[in-house]
Structure formats: structure tokens, C-alpha cells
């Protein structure tokens, strides 16, 4: 009692405070967006609650990631979502305007709305849900904002935390907490009725912050799933050059920016330094300058972390110069005239000539088909201290000789998962001269570097195997199956109830979801009796309490229904029951949804009422019938 009491003071305030910080927050965005400064342009809006798309009809999942690698590792899972339950909507935000490039890019041809994620204040938090109304919502990695998770639009709605992950430090910086900020981080935690980890270690962690261990689940890292199909082990780089052959197949069809990137590695031995950071350019500038005259057609590909910074690293490489190669009998001055260094901008639409030195690829997108071509990769954001990695498996999974540096935060147990299988399949280096060593040694050693591909693309392939598949039948089984549906506010609207049972049907009758279907037939119960309460929010009762009360509570209501808390254990034969009604509510009463049905229709002329009734009424026929039929899906 006093750790939720702390927590409730400490929740206060930190609410108070952003509340107070929120105005001047929007006018800084308001200030940024006037000057150009602010990479979500237009967008800028949304951080502050305000859509920019209209909600679709029907039930809503929310995914949120934070960043550009978090999104990546969402792809693949709401991919498998849309195929699973083509008739759910998605919402996908995050927080960074690169990050929803990438995601818009990603679900351009689908029904995915990608938006920019609200700012952690009270006023945008509320903006947010109060138009989008989710009805589960799936948070990736390590998303924890106190006015978000613990808003009360949010009570009543499932969340799962996915890919959940925290760093040793972390944990003991929270955990030393105890006192001040512990008991919100626990509350915060507590409120997941899902958490996937990377790690059984990962897991403990969440544990011992407040996570219920029944809901804690190990099911693999989607780092590992976030590309595949574009290697094949065994292909061959001769002389280190871009590899044209193997992956021409996996890409063919792409266009001509595939044929772009293809013509500008060509006949190369090429390595490409992936997502890196201000600082890092230097050393691998100081690598190329040194191997130039060490390796014949050397081309270096520089993928930045963030694009906007491209033109400025072109301009840096560019005003620098080489050193000369080593004195030699009979050498000209010309010869030993030191040479600027030449430098191609993908942007800008720079062509790569037989002389250039650096390709700057700073284009969105485009770092997987770079990983299907060029054989030998560094991944950046790993050579200098405080920057803390970036995911070492996605080269790796398209059959990348993979290279790191020694800072790599939390990626550190992806390097581990993958040399455990493979020893050679990541070659970590302490600073940037064994940096120049290992490619080096890589670029003119051909067995060498294509052991390394192979290693890292077998160790990756054990890694993806079956994890979005595991991560989904989670998600599936304790988000989507628990999923209820807001109901619409209205004041004694016969329409807007029977729309809200239509809705709050597409629930299984069969399984985990039985007890649901007997809170529903309460509701509806208390729907003829009482028709305001049609103005019952997010799927509570008349006197507002939840359809599931977060403490297990039994809801009474016409069918005396008794449903206990999600964060009870979990298991395939569903939730445990109590009280005599509790199997008589597991059933319609079809007399009474019926007549709730009836009282829709009256309230229509051929309007929105009739159709929703008519969709209702088919529902009921259809689970009276055939009770195990698809219930997100609708009737068959």
C-alpha cells in the first residue's frame, strides 16, 4: 500500500510537471516547424495529439516503437498480423520523423496508418486516445511514459510490451530508485498484461520491477527477423568485390535505384560502414587513407544513422587529403603529390567514378539492399564510447562478414546469441587500427572473408527461425483474443448499442473469451433496462466500472458474470471462473441481444442503425450456429 501510494504521488507530479512544461513545448515545436528545423515538417502536430488521418471503424491495434532499429524489428510482426487478421486496423507511431519514414515507406500499399507518437504530456496523451480509442496496443523494446501507460483511456485496453529489453546498468539505476522513482517504474511494469523478452535474464529483470511472471514470456529477439531471403550462404566474392550474382535474384524487379547501387560497387572491393555517428567518419576515413595504397579499387560506402547529416560528411571527406604512397624508386613528383579525396553523395545523385574514394549513401531505405550486395560490413555506432550499437544481425542475416566495435550497449547479447553458434560469424574490434586490420585481412583474403559469410548467415538463420511466429501466437493468445471494443458515447442511442455489441462480438465464444461474452450479455441486459448506458466508455458499465476489473473483481450485472484479472496465470483452457452464474453468463441470451438488436432498428431509417442491427443479428445466428467461428474475422 505505501509502495502504490509513493507511486501514485510520484505519478501526480510528474504529471503535474509536464502539464505545466507542455505549452512551451508545443511552441518550441511550433517555432522549429516555422524555421525548417524540424524534420517531421508538416507532421509536427502530431506529436502533440493531433491526427492528421481519420480512426477506422472497427477494432484498432496499436503498435509503437521508438526509433528507426525498434521499427525495423516491428515490420515483420505487423506483417504477420495483416495476414493473420486482414480485417484488423493498425495504427503504427513513433517518435522520430526518420523512424515514420521508414514505416510509411515500409506499408505504403497497405492499410497501415503511420503517425508520429504523441509527446508524454497529459493535454497530447489524451488528444491521442481520445481520437484513435485503441483497442490493444503492442509497445516495442522499452517504451515507459508514465502519462501514457497510466492513463486512464488506457485502463481497460491490453498492452504487450514486445522485444522487451534492459541493460544490466539499467536495471540497477531503477532499482536504486527504491523510494523515489521505483514505484511508478513498477506500476509502469505491472501494467503489461504481455512482455516478450530477448532473454530469460531480461525477463528476471522485468520480474523483479513489479512484471508478473505469468506474463513474462521468452519467445526470441526480432533483431534477427528484420530482413531475410537476400543471402545465400556459400556465395562467392572474388577478390572481396561486390557481389553481383547471388543476391541479383533475391532483388531482381526493384527498379532502377537497385541498378543505381548496383553500377556504383561494380568491379569494386568494396566495404561498406553502416549507421554511423558523428565521429566515426574520421576513423574510417583515417582506415581508407591508410588501405588505398595497400588494396587496388578500394571503394568505401558510408551509411550514415541519420540521412540529413549525408551532405555534411560529403563535405567533410571531401576537403580532406591523402598521404602519398610510400617513396619508391623511379616515383614522380606528381606522384607524390598528396590528392584530395573524392567522394560521391547518393542524394545529390553523385555517380561513382573509377577514382572515387567514399560513396555517402544517405538515402532512406536502402541499408538492407546495400547489406545483399557488398560482402564486408561494419555496423557503426559501436567504435566510440557512448553510442551503444546498432543490430549486428541484419547484415548478418544477408551473409555479411560482420564487423563491430566495443561498445555495443545492449546489442552486446546479440553478439553473444551469435557467436555462440558461430565464432566467426562476428569479428569485434577494440579501436579503429584493428578495425583497418580486419579488413584488410578480409579484403584480400577471399577463403577468409567467405568463411566469415557463411558463419554469420548460419548463425543468424538460428536465430530467426520461428521467433516472429512465437512472438505472434503470444500477442494473438493474450492481447487480441482479450481485445473489447470502446463503446461510442451517446445518451440512450439504440444505434450506438447495438454497434457496440456488433463490435464487442467479434470476440471468441470459444475459449479464454467465454467469460467476455458473459460480461457482454450483462451490458446488454442493462442496455434494455437502461439505454444511457450506451455512454459507458471503453466497454465499462453504467456506474463506469470495467467490463474486467484490473483486481479480479466479480461484475454482477443481469447474468452475474464473475471474471477474474488478466494478470492471472494464463493457459490455453482459458481463465478461471467462479460463482454459480458464471457458466450460464458464458452464453447468450439470445432473446435479449436480440431485443437489444430491435431496439437499433427502431431507431433508424435506413440508416447507420439498421446496418450495424443487421450486422449484429448476423453475429448472433452465426455463433448460435457454429460457435467456434473466426471471431475477428466476422462471420464466414
Same mark, same amino acid.
Given at each position: 500500500m505505501a509502495d502504490a501510494a509513493a507511486g501514485a504521488v510520484i505519478q501526480g507530479a510528474y504529471r503535474a510537471a509536464t502539464a505545466v512544461a507542455s505549452p512551451w513545448v508545443a511552441i518550441g515545436l511550433w517555432q522549429r516547424a516555422l524555421l525548417g528545423l524540424d524534420s517531421a515538417g508538416s507532421r509536427w502536430r502530431e506529436q502533440l495529439g493531433e491526427p492528421s488521418a481519420k480512426r477506422p471503424d472497427g477494432p484498432l491495434l496499436w503498435f509503437h516503437a521508438v526509433s528507426v532499429g525498434e521499427s525495423a524489428i516491428a515490420i515483420p510482426l505487423v506483417r504477420k498480423c495483416m495476414q493473420q487478421r486482414p480485417r484488423l486496423k493498425i495504427l503504427f507511431t513513433t517518435r522520430n520523423a526518420l523512424a515514420l519514414s521508414v514505416v510509411s515507406k515500409a506499408f505504403s500499399k497497405t492499410h497501415v496508418i503511420c503517425q508520429l507518437a504523441p509527446l508524454d504530456s497529459p493535454a497530447a496523451v489524451a488528444r491521442f486516445l481520445a481520437h484513435w480509442c485503441p483497442n490493444a496496443a503492442a509497445f516495442m523494446e522499452q517504451e515507459l511514459w508514465p502519462n501514457l501507460l497510466l492513463s486512464p483511456l488506457l485502463h481497460r485496453v491490453p498492452i504487450a510490451l514486445l522485444n522487451a529489453r534492459m541493460t544490466q546498468s539499467t536495471f540497477d539505476r531503477w532499482h536504486a530508485m527504491d523510494g523515489l522513482f521505483?514505484?511508478?517504474?513498477?506500476?509502469?511494469v505491472a501494467r503489461f498484461d504481455l512482455i516478450t523478452t530477448t532473454s530469460t535474464e531480461q525477463g528476471l529483470r522485468y520480474q523483479r520491477l513489479g512484471a508478473n511472471p505469468m506474463l513474462t514470456r521468452f519467445t526470441g529477439n526480432l533483431k534477427f527477423a528484420t530482413m531475410g531471403g537476400h543471402?545465400?550462404?556459400? #556465395?562467392?566474392s572474388r577478390e572481396g568485390e561486390a557481389d553481383r550474382g547471388g543476391a #541479383? @535474384?533475391?532483388? #531482381? @524487379? !526493384? @527498379? @532502377?535505384?537497385?541498378?543505381?547501387l548496383r553500377q556504383a560497387v561494380r568491379g569494386r572491393r568494396v566495404w561498406l560502414a553502416a549507421s554511423t555517428h558523428a565521429g566515426e567518419e574520421e576513423a574510417i576515413l583515417r582506415v581508407h587513407c591508410n588501405l588505398k595504397h595497400r588494396i587496388s579499387r578500394l571503394l568505401t560506402v558510408v551509411v550514415p544513422r541519420d540521412p540529413a547529416r549525408g551532405a555534411a560528411i560529403g563535405k567533410f571527406l571531401s576537403s580532406q587529403l591523402h598521404h602519398p604512397p610510400p617513396l619508391q624508386p623511379g616515383m614522380t613528383a606528381e606522384e607524390l603529390r598528396p590528392k584530395a579525396v573524392t567522394v560521391a553523395v547518393r542524394s545529390k545523385g553523385q555517380a561513382v567514378r573509377s577514382d572515387t574514394d567514399f560513396y555517402v549513401a544517405d538515402t532512406i531505405g536502402e541499408l538492407t539492399l546495400l547489406y545483399s550486395m557488398i560482402p564486408l560490413a561494419f555496423v557503426g555506432g559501436s567504435l566510440l564510447p557512448g553510442l551503444g550499437g546498432h543490430n549486428i544481425a541484419e547484415p548478418a542475416v544477408s551473409s555479411c562478414a560482420v564487423l563491430t566495435g566495443p561498445h555495443l550497449g545492449h546489442f552486446a547479447s546479440v553478439l553473444q546469441q551469435l557467436q555462440q553458434v558461430a565464432p566467426l560469424s562476428v569479428w569485434q574490434v577494440a579501436d579503429e587500427h584493428e578495425l583497418q586490420t580486419a579488413v584488410e585481412q578480409l579484403l584480400t583474403n577471399e577463403a577468409q572473408l567467405n568463411a566469415r559469410r557463411i558463419a554469420a548467415q548460419r548463425a543468424a538463420a538460428s536465430g530467426t527461425e520461428g521467433v516472429v511466429d512465437e512472438v505472434w501466437e503470444a500477442l494473438d493468445f493474450a492481447i487480441l483474443q482479450r481485445m473489447t471494443v470502446p463503446v461510442v458515447a451517446s445518451s440512450g442511442d !439504440?444505434? *450506438?448499442a447495438a454497434? *457496440?455489441?456488433?463490435?464487442a462480438l467479434e470476440l471468441r465464444e470459444d475459449g479464454p473469451d467465454a467469460e467476455l461474452t458473459g460480461v457482454l450479455q450483462a451490458r446488454l441486459d442493462r442496455i434494455e433496462s437502461f439505454p444511457a448506458a450506451a455512454g459507458a466508455m471503453h466497454g465499462a458499465g453504467v456506474d463506469g466500472a470495467p467490463l474486467i476489473s484490473p483486481a479480479g473483481a466479480s461484475q454482477g450485472g443481469s447474468a452475474g458474470v464473475s471474471v477474474t484479472s488478466p494478470t492471472t496465470p494464463m493457459s490455453r483452457e482459458g481463465w478461471s471462473r467462479s460463482g454459480a452464474g458464471s457458466n450460464s453468463g458464458a452464453k447468450f441470451k439470445s432473446s435479449s441481444v436480440k431485443q437489444a438488436v430491435d431496439g437499433g432498428k427502431a431507431d433508424g431509417t435506413g440508416g447507420p442503425g439498421d446496418e450495424l442491427a443487421v450486422r449484429l443479428q448476423a453475429r448472433i445466428d452465426k455463433i448460435e450456429t457454429d460457435p467456434k467461428c473466426d471471431a475477428l474475422d466476422g462471420p464466414k
Open positions: 521505483l514505484p511508478l517504474i513498477s506500476a509502469m543471402g545465400s550462404s556459400g #556465395r562467392s #541479383r @535474384g533475391g532483388a #531482381r @524487379g !526493384r @527498379g @532502377g535505384k537497385e541498378e543505381e !439504440r444505434a *450506438a454497434a *457496440a455489441a456488433a463490435a
